[in-house]
């Protein structure tokens, strides 16, 4: 198979790689790393525009590919606006840590203690932690389309009965995040997106990351391209800002990489809240789910990083471990989370203690296998070229 091939060669590409020198982080070195994966990456997936970051040692470097529309021909720049997907539950996460921060909400309170319609229901056993790390009892992947708004929410999960015990089954949920968001906002007393510009977009320096894209940033605003090449964005949805919501650029995901890798720049409030977001709560095969971040021990083979983020992971119930005491990063560990719209693809990794980390946006949805594999390759190299912590 093609996709096959391609992770192969990705594979044998990592041990081909120059060996450190001390001028490995000159752009054009970094640029050759980062070509020699997405080059035929966006060749093979027919991908007509990519950005890429990465950091290393604190430092960014932009790697820009190809066309954001292929109608105007307007080329990638590291200020284009791309859907982010599911990366933006890290947004939705990061805000529900910041709320446990400032005393807002606890993460082990439930539902009903703030949605009097989930008070008593079989949902209402799972806490704010379960509904946030996916493990709240087999909610499903998706809204049915019986719900028609994001006011008859509520009334679907009281009458939601969960398939399983809470804690001891995960299954990913975009119902489930995006309800973890929307208690959030009620417990912060305000409208999920203005919360989320003004307690991270702001403090983080994220100046080009938006909800609702403003009518005076359209033009940066990229086309996605959907299996038959047709231009599409994403469309409103139950819970979109909380579950996938986001748009932004490689220029505020690669400082939002660098803000989890080094927080101690951050006043206490923001610090603990990105801390907090690294913390492991269960283990499912091959990955350990945080609230927002999924992570792997470092150094990870391909083959591990690849079963973290299967097919089997992302679409079906799985056995979950729960962490007693929570895994509070004991060891190197990569982070890691991908995101997809129906037009875009987006992935973003980091190893905190070899100072690197990779942001990967493209407006296409490809192969989530090959962002992996060719972020891996990235990322190994990378590790090499680093002066920070050696394993």
């Known amino acids: 198979m093609k996709s096959a091939t391609r992770l192969t060669l990705i594979a044998a590409t990592i041990c081909l790689l120059p060996i450190a020198t001390a001028q490995a982080t000159d752009p054009a070195a970094v640029a050759e790393i980062v070509d020699r994966q997405i080059k035929p990456l966006m060749e093979e997936y027919d991908i007509p525009g990519m950005s890429v970051a990465v950091t290393v040692d604190g430092k960014a470097h932009f790697f820009n590919y190809g066309v954001a529309s292929l109608n105007t021909q307007m080329p990638v720049t590291e200020d284009t606006l791309f859907e982010i997907g599911s990366v933006s539950k890290i947004f939705t996460s990061m805000l529900g840590t910041y709320a446990e921060a400032v005393g807002n909400l606890s993460l082990s309170d439930h539902p009903g203690d ?87 977009f702001g403090p983080l320096g994220l100046e080009s990351s938006f909800i609702d894209v403003p009518e005076t940033e359209m033009e940066r605003y990229a086309w996605g391209y959907n299996s038959q090449e047709k231009p599409v964005r994403v469309n409103p949805g139950i819970f979109d800002a909380e579950a996938y919501g986001v748009k932004s650029t490689a220029t505020d995901l690669i400082r939002l990489v660098q803000a989890h890798i080094q927080p101690d720049g951050f006043d206490e409030i923001m610090r603990q809240t990105i801390e907090a977001t690294q913390v492991g709560y269960f283990k499912i095969g091959e990955m350990v789910q945080g609230i927002g971040w999924e992570h792997y021990p470092y150094p990870i083979t391909l083959d591990r990083l690849l079963a973290g983020n299967s097919r089997t992971m992302a679409m079906e119930v799985n056995a979950a471990t729960e962490l007693t005491p929570p895994l509070v990063r004991p060891e190197p560990t990569l982070f890691n989370k991908t995101g997809s719209t129906n037009g875009f693809g987006a992935y973003v990794a980091f190893v905190p203690d070899q100072n690197v980390g990779v942001v990967m946006l493209a407006n296409k949805n490809y192969f989530i296998p090959a962002r992996v594999a060719a972020a ?13 912590p050696k394993i």
């Open 114 to 200: 703030y949605l009097s319609a989930l008070a008593g229901s079989p949902l209402d056993r799972a806490t704010l932690l379960h509904l946030a790390t996916y493990t709240a009892g087999d909610l499903p992947l998706q809204f049915p389309d019986t719900v028609a708004s994001n006011a008859e929410a509520p009334t679907y999960f009281a009458q939601l009965e969960p398939g399983g015990a809470p804690g001891k089954q995960r299954r990913y949920s975009n119902p489930s995040i995006g309800l973890f968001g929307h208690i959030t906002a009620l417990a912060m007393g305000g409208d999920f997106s203005d919360l989320v510009d003004e307690t991270l």
């Open 376 to 388: 891996h390759a990235i990322l190994t190299a990378l590790s090499d070229y680093s002066i920070g």
